[in-house]
Structure formats: structure tokens, C-alpha cells
């Protein structure tokens, strides 16, 4: 399997490989992994799973007391830790991010919510289980732990139509007398479900399976609203699975234990289209060989397909999603007698193999996850290793229907063909940065990227340029916003226009021709006064940048503000921002 693997590498400054396809190999100092991803409203995509973090420095730090040394050692900084990765549709990296969640952890889950945040789901080194809500940049909202007193795993995090969550897991045995609900396992260990609201708030949380050890896996939520679960379940030297039905209460509807001589590991379940499931397992025959078994299955139990894929190298997936077309997109890993590397399908409704392909260089490599985008391309997640080093690494691909790797568009052409994306994703991030202002009625923001001075203390007197010490105030808090924001976005920004406009009562008398020239030279100094103020509040870097964003113009009075055909003349003597995307 010596396929072509063209990295991207991140060391932490991002240095671009000579290939133009989408697939990125984030390369930090010590181990990284990535175990499920999703697109964000603006097309760019969040992946999540965890990263080490230690304190490399030989300072060493005098402690005058045991409080202080024990914060320093055990505190929120350094160790394993959930972390978040944003990757634009140029692949570039807009951010990367440790979620400041208390305790070393691990995130195995990430949902999009309706409000452009994350439910973020995972588990700590000490046993608990934890559901955390960020909001859009990743910053914490709040974070839920939960679990038994012994020790819990979470698997998975399973979006459900309510807007809430599921956790999907194990947990060890609980003989607690004062734990009733876990008083006395099924087994060694048992499939623990928990259900979350939109808010966090938890309605209700049990164990379940068979006498022997159970694992829930993934879930699935069906359009009546039960959930349907798929679990592995060991005993003695049988590696089985079981598939459960709930109902939205977490009242067990059916369990179906499979007790065969194949070894079998469950890796995923999914609803379909249809509204029956698919469920993706492992299956080990017997000469030791793991090749891809898939299940489809109604509510009532019926098995429709029971297929297995013969492939030449020993393979796994571990995640599957299906098309509008009925197609199915799935990732795993594919193992020779040397080396292990990411796997990707396309399949046909009837779970025939379309294409595969294998990416990887001669070590590890995998994919734990995939999401299907709204552009008919698919992104998986995972894991890569190199040659000669044992440092797991993030990796992302971005990934077509015939199993190709997506090119990545120079920026210029994609401009150009998703110019409106442009504009929709810089005002939804304009309407968030001046949220305050807006409700402070100071400023208005269109779709065409304007942004207009509204406030009474913003306009300007009849035939005045100069700014007021009101003005000069707004400006200095704007500008401490809208700067940085343009400088974050200099790839996607071709201009800042800062145009001045004036109301048509000054000096009515005077000709026409005369009273627009002096009205454009008006509004022309009113936009100049404004640029001029910015620029000389700014370090030199920054006026360095701004050089190359800055347009002054005048509109006179031809682009008076009326209401009901009456010119509104205050409201009229403005000016006005606007971005214009490349």
C-alpha cells in the first residue's frame, strides 16, 4: 500500500505542502488525535478529540507554600486535553483550540447547535463522563459532568431532534447502597446511556445489556423518537454484538443479542433515509482476518441486507453517511503485514463497493470520523503518524464522491464562484462583533457590508466636517473592533470604503452644479476626517496594513436618507463603512 500521502504540516506556523490536495497532517510535539468533525453555517468545518500539552521550560519555579505547587502541577494548563481544530475551504486553520474543560480529558463527539456554538462530548482520566456547550469560537458555556462512582466511558455523542444530546458508553459495575440506580450491574461492565436537553439539563440516565460485558458504541434516533443502540458484548473468547431499542424515556423496548461463531466488534450505527438503519461491524473470520460487515435492519428487527466486504488487505470502517442519492460515504483503516493506512469508501444502496482508496505513508494512519458538506464533498478526521516517529498527529482530508482528495481552489478562483457565501459569512460575523452597538442603536449593518452611523451623537451639523469630541470617543471604541476584525480577514477583504454623505439644505440658493460640487467636496472631507482619525490612532503596523484596505469617497448628496419620499436631513449627514470582499 504504498500510496501517495501529500502533508500539510502545522508546526505550529503553517507551512503549505506543494500539493494542491485537501488533506492536512497537524504536527504538534507530543500525541494528537481527532475523533469527530462537523461543518460550521460559514462552510468552514471543527473537528475535535484531544492533544498533550506540558510545560516545556527548565525555569524552575520557588513555591512558598503546598497550595500553589499543587495549582501549578494539577491545574487547567497542560496535559491531555479536548481540543477543538477549525479548518477554512482553503484548508488553512483558523484556529485551534484547547477547551478549557477541568481535569485531563478526552472529546470524542462534537454537534453543531442552532445557535453556531458546539455540543462537545467526551471523558476524563478519572473515570467521569462530560457534556460541554461552547460557543462559535470555542469558548466554554458550560460543562455537565456526570457518571457512577466507578469508572464510565463515553463512546459516543448522539444529536437528537430535540435539540438535546445523548452520551453513549460503558460503565463498570456499582454496588453502592446509596446509588440505587446502579445498584446492581447486568454485568462487569454495562451500556450506560444519558440524555441532555438544549439547555444541559439531564433527564435521565441508566445502564443496560446482558449478563455478560456490554459497551454501548453509537445510537441512532429514529423518527418516533426512539433511539435505537448498538453495543459490543464479551464474554469467555466471544466478541459479539447486541443491538437495543429504547424508548425517549430510556424505557428498553427490545434488546437482540447476536451470539455467533465470527467474531464480531460494532462500530457505528446510522438511520437512513428510508427510516431503517444500517449498522457498520468488524468481523474477524477465522483465520484471523478483519473484513467490514453492514447490517441493514428495521425497528421491528427485520434484517433486509446482511452483506460482507471481501477486500484484499484486512480492513475496518469506523464511521458511515449516507447521500442524498442513496450512496454511503465510509472511513475506517486498511492493514497490511507493514503498515496501516486511512481507508475511504463510496458504496451503493445495496452496500456494493464503488471505489476505495487508501491514504498513508508507512506507519499508522486512520480515519475516525465523517461528515457529508452541503457541497456534495466529504471531510473525515483521524489520526497520522510518520516514518520515524511515534507522534500521533491530527489528521483531516476533504474527500470526493469517486474517492479522490478535493483539490483546494486557489482563493481567487473560489472567491469568485462563492462571492455570495462571502457576503453572508462577514455579515453574520459583522452582526455578532457590533451586537452591542446595534442595540445601542448606533449603528445599522446591511447585507452589502455597509454599516452605517445612526446614532444622533454620530451625524454630523449642517456644513460641519470636523469631528465632535462624541464622534472621536464612538470612533475609538469602534475602531478597537473592526481593525482587528479586517486584519483577521485581509485574505478575504479587498477593501475598507469609508464614504461620507451629506443632506441637500446647504446653501440651496447656490446653482445646481455648484451646490453638488460643494457637496461632494463635503462629504469627501467628512469620509477623510473619519479615515484620518483611525489611521493616526494606529501603530505603524497596523497603518502599514491599512494602506492597502483604506478608499475614501463622497456621494454628495445623491444618496439622501428619506422616509415616506421625505429627505430625513439629520440622518442624511452620515458616514458610512463598507467591506468589499476580493
Not at 16 to 45: E, G, H, M, R
Not at 201 to 222: C, H, I, N, P, Q
Amino acid at each position: 500500500m504504498k500510496i501517495p500521502f501529500f502533508i500539510l504540516l502545522f508546526i505550529p506556523f503553517f507551512l503549505f505542502a506543494k500539493s494542491n490536495d485537501f488533506l492536512l497532517v497537524i504536527d504538534k510535539p507530543f500525541d494528537s488525535v481527532l475523533y469527530d468533525v462537523t461543518q460550521n453555517y460559514d462552510d468552514t468545518v471543527t473537528a475535535v478529540g484531544y492533544a498533550n500539552r506540558y510545560k516545556q521550560t527548565n525555569r524552575q519555579r520557588t513555591y512558598t507554600n503546598a497550595f500553589d505547587y499543587l495549582a501549578d502541577a494539577s491545574g487547567n494548563r497542560y496535559g491531555k486535553k479536548a481540543v477543538l481544530v477549525n479548518v477554512d475551504r482553503f484548508a488553512q486553520v483558523k484556529f485551534e483550540k484547547f477547551a478549557d474543560i477541568p481535569r485531563f480529558n478526552t472529546a470524542v463527539g462534537v454537534l453543531k447547535t442552532p445557535q453556531n456554538g458546539y455540543f462537545v462530548g467526551g471523558y476524563t482520566f478519572d473515570g467521569s463522563l462530560f457534556v460541554a456547550k461552547l460557543n462559535w469560537a470555542g469558548g466554554l458555556l458550560f460543562v455537565k459532568f456526570f457518571g457512577t462512582k466507578n469508572y464510565d466511558r463515553m463512546n459516543a455523542l448522539v444529536p437528537l431532534s430535540d435539540g438535546g444530546v445523548l452520551s453513549v458508553g460503558s460503565s463498570t459495575t456499582s454496588r453502592d447502597q446509596y446509588d440505587p440506580m446502579f445498584r446492581t450491574g447486568l454485568g462487569l461492565n454495562d451500556i450506560f446511556l444519558t440524555r441532555f436537553d438544549a439547555n444541559g439539563k439531564m433527564l435521565w440516565s441508566k445502564k443496560y445489556g446482558t449478563m455478560y460485558d456490554d459497551a454501548g458504541v453509537s445510537a441512532a434516533e429514529a423518527k418516533d423518537g426512539s433511539i435505537v443502540v448498538l453495543a459490543a458484548t464479551t464474554y469467555d473468547k466471544h466478541h459479539d454484538v447486541t443491538l437495543m431499542r429504547i424508548g425517549e424515556n430510556g424505557n428498553k423496548i427490545w434488546l437482540k443479542h447476536f451470539d455467533l461463531e465470527t467474531l464480531l466488534t460494532p462500530k457505528k450505527v446510522l438511520r437512513l433515509h428510508d427510516g431503517n438503519f444500517v449498522a457498520v461491524l468488524t468481523a474477524t473470520d477465522r483465520s484471523g482476518k478483519k473484513q467490514i460487515r453492514l447490517l441493514k435492519f428495521d425497528l421491528q428487527r427485520n434484517l433486509f441486507l446482511d452483506k460482507t466486504l471481501d477486500t484484499y488487505y484486512e480492513s475496518e470502517l469506523n464511521d458511515i453517511k449516507e447521500y442524498l442519492n442513496g450512496r454511503f460515504v465510509a472511513v475506517g483503516k486498511t492493514t497490511d503485514r507493514y503498515n496501516t493506512d486511512a481507508l475511504m469508501m463510496v458504496l451503493d444502496s445495496d452496500f456494493s463497493m464503488l471505489c476505495q482508496e487508501h491514504f498513508g505513508k508507512e506507519n499508522y494512519d486512520a480515519f475516525e470520523a465523517v461528515q457529508i458538506l452541503r457541497d456534495g464533498d466529504a471531510v473525515a478526521a483521524g489520526v497520522a503518524t510518520d516514518e520515524n516517529s511515534q507522534v500521533k498527529k491530527m489528521l483531516i482530508a476533504k474527500i470526493k464522491q469517486d474517492c479522490s482528495l478535493a483539490k483546494v481552489m486557489p482563493q481567487s478562483t473560489m472567491r469568485s464562484k462563492t462571492k455570495g457565501l462571502f457576503y453572508a459569512d462577514i455579515y453574520s460575523q459583522l452582526l455578532k462583533l457590533f451586537a452591542k452597538e446595534i442595540k445601542n442603536k448606533e449603528v445599522k449593518i446591511a447585507k452589502d457590508l455597509s454599516i452605517t452611523l445612526v446614532g444622533e451623537p454620530l451625524l454630523f451639523k449642517v456644513g460641519e466636517y470636523k469631528l465632535t469630541l462624541s464622534q472621536k470617543k464612538f470612533l475609538s471604541r469602534f475602531e478597537k473592533k473592526l481593525i482587528p476584525f479586517l486584519l483577521r480577514n485581509k485574505e478575504n477583504i479587498a477593501t475598507l470604503e469609508i464614504i461620507g454623505h451629506t443632506s441637500s439644505e446647504w446653501a440651496p440658493k447656490t446653482p445646481f452644479e455648484t451646490r453638488y460640487l460643494k457637496n461632494m467636496n463635503l462629504s469627501l472631507k467628512r469620509a477623510y476626517s473619519v479615515t484620518q482619525y483611525l489611521f493616526s490612532t494606529q501603530n505603524e503596523a497596523t497603518q502599514e496594513a491599512l494602506t492597502k484596505l483604506l478608499k475614501d469617497s463622497g456621494y454628495s448628496y445623491a444618496r439622501r436618507v428619506t422616509f415616506e419620499n421625505v429627505e430625513d436631513k439629520t440622518k442624511s449627514r452620515r458616514v458610512v463603512f463598507r467591506i468589499i470582499p476580493r
